[in-house]
């Protein structure tokens, strides 16, 4: 029984969304897909208002419907050779990790701190 050749699936998109869609990915800081989706269906017109992005309206629809599975598919080979940064929302230093008020377990009925109390100090 001979075997059939694998059809393939004509390339949805192309070059030009590729490019969008790095540019976009770069500009917002190298989202994850599922993000950048949500970006993609709400930025894009944002971007070209001030002049961004110039887009033709084939490319645009295609951005604006793209799945989170296709954008991280598109984006693997950027994902590879991009630089690595840190987040700009991850602190490095321990302040952050404090308890910001003291006094909101009074407020928010969080149990209070244990330990010993001045009055009961000697």
């Not at 001979?2 to 030009?16: A, G, H, M």
């Not at 969008?20 to 950048?36: D, E, N, P």
């Not at 991280?72 to 990790?97: F, G, I, M, N, V």
Request: net charge positive.
């Amino acid at each position: 029984m001979k075997s059939r050749p694998r059809r393939r699936n004509r390339r949805v998109y192309d070059e030009q969304v590729r490019a969008a869609l790095t540019k976009v990915w770069y500009l917002f800081g190298c989202l994850c897909g599922k993000r950048l989706v949500v970006v993609l269906r709400t930025q894009v017109p944002v971007l070209e208002k001030f002049g961004e992005l110039a887009l033709d309206p084939d490319t645009r629809q295609k951005l604006t419907r793209i799945s989170a599975a296709t954008v991280d598919r598109l984006l693997r080979t950027e994902k590879r050779t991009a630089p690595t940064r840190s987040r700009p929302y991850q602190a490095d230093h321990a302040s952050d990790q404090r308890d910001p008020d003291p006094h909101l377990h009074r407020v928010a009925g969080r149990p209070a701190r244990r330990g010993r109390r001045r009055s009961d100090r000697s």
